[in-house]
């Protein structure tokens, strides 16, 4: 992220909207708008949006993995397994 360039006042989005979403597109982007010289909201292109939720996922599923290790909630390899095959098994009989 280019601070100078990717912080702007709200009045600049509204006078040139248009030319910052395209600009976001292109970029897959993020700028910061501004109101009164605070930080107020964030722009950002959709696949860039996206990206990050789908990180944010796989975070999110990696901490609570790491959470049922530690409280010991797991089962071996081979019960996995035999429950992969079962799962496949009621699928194929449906």
Do not use: C, W
């Not at 990206?51 to 530690?70: H, N, P, T, V, Y």
């Amino acid at each position: 992220m280019n601070f100078k360039k990717d912080i702007k006042p709200i009045s600049f989005f509204k006078s040139h909207a248009a030319e910052v979403i395209k600009n976001l597109n292109e970029t897959h982007g993020t700028m910061i708008i501004t109101q009164h010289g605070e930080a107020k909201a964030i722009i950002q292109d959709i696949t860039e949006y996206e990206r990050i939720q789908e990180a944010l996922a796989l975070l999110k599923m990696a901490a609570e993995g790491q959470k049922d290790f530690k409280e010991g909630n797991t089962i071996s390899a081979a019960e996995m397994i035999d429950e992969l095959r079962a799962l496949t098994v009621e699928d194929a009989e449906k």
